[in-house]
Nanobody, 127 residues
């Protein structure tokens, strides 16, 4: 099973950009579908974006056109490029992994479908 460590969070002004990284340990990173979730204070954790083992991607509606998820299997890393950040994007961002035993194109979209979680990285957007 992989272990996940996020980085890249911080404080940014509205309209700015950040790139989050999630580094995975282990040699089977390519066997995992990956996702990003976020949790704002007082709110439930919500899906942000996911990427399948094949590299297909899926985004929550409010992130489409602003966020881009990608993966580099050679570096055991998944990224989340966040542009045009808004105050409401402020949250702790977590990456998650699901070991794939089915379709290469499968993208889990709910947190209960993921097996492994990182500790999270704080993103704060100032208005």
């Amino acid at each position: 099973q992989v272990q996940l460590v996020e980085s890249g969070g911080g404080l940014v002004q509205a309209g700015g950009s950040l790139r989050l990284s999630c580094a995975a340990s282990g040699r089977t990173f390519s066997a995992y579908a990956m996702g990003w979730f976020r949790q704002a204070p007082g709110k439930e954790r919500e899906f942000v974006a996911g990427i399948s083992r094949s590299g297909d991607t899926y985004y929550a509606d409010s992130m489409k056109g602003r966020f881009t998820i990608s993966r580099d299997n050679a570096k055991n890393t998944v990224y989340l490029q966040m542009n045009s950040l808004k105050f409401e994007d402020t949250a702790v961002y977590h990456c998650a992994a699901r070991y794939g035993s089915g379709s290469l194109y499968y993208i889990p979209r709910t947190q209960d479908l993921y097996d492994v979680w990182g500790q999270g990285t704080q993103v704060t957007v100032s208005s």
